[in-house]
């Protein structure tokens, strides 16, 4: 059983940043992808940026790349996702999930391929 417990949500100004943290309890293996979603008010959840656990390889939204980096540190078993130059449109739930993904360049995670996913944070980016 895998648990996600993420962290680092609040409420920052538009071109502030935040870290968003998910703790990871349980079995992760190399062939595994962490990933991040968010959904915002009235919006589907999006994947928004995704690691595979062994090699590092990462995939971003196009409405995040250069903005966000998603990074690991397995002995912590924690996964970061740093957000900077923050925008009103940012705002939303961050979701930390994982799923098998075995190996080959990232692509947009997907919903349905999701094991486990964490309750989520709040993040609110005002104007």
């Known amino acids: 059983q895998v648990q996600l417990v993420e962290s680092g949500g609040g409420s920052v100004q538009a071109g502030g940043s935040l870290r968003l943290s998910c703790a990871v309890t349980?079995?992760?293996?190399?062939?595994?992808?962490m990933t991040w979603f968010r959904q915002a008010p009235g919006k589907e959840r999006e994947g928004v940026a995704d690691?595979?656990?062994?090699?590092?390889?990462?995939y971003y939204a196009d409405s995040v790349k250069g903005r966000f980096t998603i990074s690991q540190e397995k002995d912590k078993k924690t996964v970061y996702l740093q957000m900077s130059s923050l925008k009103p449109e940012d705002t939303g739930i961050y979701y930390c999930?994982?799923?098998?993904?075995?190996?080959?360049?990232?692509?947009?995670?997907?919903?349905?391929?999701?094991?486990?996913w964490g309750q989520g944070t709040q993040v609110t980016v005002s104007s």
């Open positions: 349980g079995v992760i293996f190399d062939s595994n992808c």
């Open positions: 690691i595979r656990t062994g090699g590092g390889a990462t």
């Open positions: 999930a994982t799923y098998f993904c075995g190996g080959g360049i990232r692509t947009a995670p997907r919903e349905d391929r999701i094991n486990y």
